[in-house]
């Protein structure tokens, strides 16, 4: 079955980068769009950035500039890079992708920003 599993987060100070890693197994990861998403405390879920299989990507006009979304193809494993973190970045973050009519989404995990 699809499983997406998110690394990489913790608690980082204002300012410094990080990135995060979602490991992808149980599907054909290359032909696959993935997406980033987070939620923030009290807020809905928001998008951040996909990437199709061949490396398109696209960003939440909110996310442009501090966000860099890429992939390994053949580590089937997707990347979300933060520069320059802020305290209003601190939230779950989640990986996803579509198949079908069906989404899926991995555990998240959690970023929290100190100032």
């Known amino acids: 079955q699809v499983q997406l599993v998110e690394s990489g987060g913790g608690l980082v100070t204002a300012g410094e980068s990080l990135r995060l890693s979602c490991a992808a197994s149980?599907?054909?990861?290359?032909?696959?769009?993935l997406n980033w998403f987070r939620r923030a405390p009290g807020k809905q879920r928001e998008f951040i950035a996909g990437?199709?299989?061949?490396?398109?990507?696209t960003y939440a006009d909110s996310m442009k500039g501090r966000f860099t979304i890429s992939r390994d193809n053949a580590k089937n494993t997707l990347y979300l890079d933060l520069i320059s973190a802020r305290p209003e970045d601190t939230a779950v973050y989640y990986c996803?992708?579509?198949?079908?009519?069906?989404?899926?989404w991995g555990q998240g995990i959690q970023v929290t920003v100190s100032s």
């Open positions: 149980g599907m054909q990861f290359s032909l696959k769009t």
């Open positions: 990437i199709t299989g061949g490396g398109s990507t």
């Open positions: 996803n992708t579509r198949i079908v009519s069906t989404h899926y």
